[in-house]
């Protein structure tokens, strides 16, 4: 177990030190010069002095293997360095955005497991009835719904004409616990209408895989109790392929909350990173891709480590 473990920390960790020179090459690629988008006021250009000037108080007049450099070096230290347009230490901001993310997301994988997981058990014990039917048809739409129509669906309904919540905005739980949680309640619904039929399919399919075993059979006719046997052999059987589904559409996720951030004006990274891209604010930008693929990388870490405990075949392949 522990060599299993060893080896993938060391795969994930280059894969993350691939991330950050992907997106280091990648953004000093782009077109565009960010001192002199910085310099600039009302469209008119500044002076070549001022634009050099801009550049060697930033670092980017150094050759592009010394910035390379420096990057990976502060990464080790911890430093993300500061942001182009106001001089702040990047590591500071993401600190403050990041925890946002994160809740939206947990409450979102939350709420589509206490979702999906019961209504797909449902599903597959009353397979090819109408409940079954109408249950795998609703995820199918939820499926072929975007999260920016169903985040405005919600706000036209919940938000515009009944009035039961606020459209967007955000209250820290300090401050309101329950105001916090009336702003949360609809971007992480959102987020879960899709990832709730993603986990309903799973669970459905893998509980009626498991449903005609031939030890289902033989739990049964020593008279074992259905719902024991769903509770002991065949839920927990299914949970190895949920764990894996969950871990990789939470990590998708990340990456994938910046319209949902937006349509809820919800304070997370998406709000950030649009701003540093907009400015050219390459610090801020690395910073934040890699921040999210850092994570992303952790969390597949975790979900191969339980996976291959809850099976241990997965550490002899």
Same mark, same amino acid.
């Given at each position: 177990m522990w060599g299993y473990a060893l080896k993938r920390t060391l795969v994930a960790l280059i894969l993350v030190w691939v991330v950050a020179t992907i997106v280091f090459s990648v953004l000093h690629l782009i077109p565009g010069? $960010?001192?002199v988008l910085l310099s600039s006021s009302g469209g008119v250009l500044p002076p070549p002095e001022a634009v050099e000037a801009l550049r060697e108080k930033m670092g980017l007049n150094r050759p592009i293997l010394e910035q390379y450099g420096s990057y990976l070096a502060g990464l080790l230290h911890g430093d993300l360095g500061r942001s182009f347009t106001d001089g702040y230490p990047i590591v500071e901001e993401i600190a403050t955005r990041l925890p946002r993310t994160i809740e939206l997301i947990l409450a979102a994988t939350l709420l589509a497991l206490l979702i999906g997981m019961p209504l797909g058990t449902l599903a597959a014990t009353h397979r090819g009835s109408w409940t079954d039917r109408l249950l795998s048809w609703m995820? @199918? &739409?939820?499926?072929?719904?975007?999260?920016?129509? !169903? @985040?405005? &669906?919600? !706000?036209?309904?919940?938000a515009q004409t009944l009035r039961w919540v606020p459209a @967007?905005?955000?209250? $820290?739980?300090?401050e309101d616990p329950v105001r916090h949680l009336i702003h949360l309640s609809m971007p992480a619904f959102t987020i879960a209408v899709g990832l709730s039929a993603v986990i309903f399919r799973m669970v459905r399919t893998t509980v009626i895989e498991t449903l005609e075993r031939d030890?289902? +059979?033989?739990? +049964?006719?020593?008279?074992?109790?259905r719902k024991e046997v769903l509770r002991r052999h065949v839920v927990r059987n299914a949970l190895g392929p949920v764990v894996t589904v969950v871990g990789l559409h939470v990590g998708t996720l990340l990456g994938g909350t910046v319209l949902v951030e937006y349509v809820f004006n919800w304070p997370g990274l998406s709000g950030f990173l649009v701003n540093a891209v907009e400015l050219r604010d390459y610090p801020a930008v690395q910073s934040i891709v890699l921040v999210i693929s850092f994570l992303f990388i952790m969390i597949n870490l975790v979900v191969d480590l339980l996976y291959s405990v809850l099976d241990p075949r997965i550490r002899r392949t």
């Open positions: 010069d $960010p001192a995820a @199918g &739409l939820q499926l072929s719904m975007p999260v920016f129509v !169903i @985040g405005t &669906l919600l !706000i036209l309904l919940f @967007g905005g955000y209250t $820290p739980f300090g030890w289902v +059979r033989t739990a +049964r006719a020593k008279g074992l109790p």
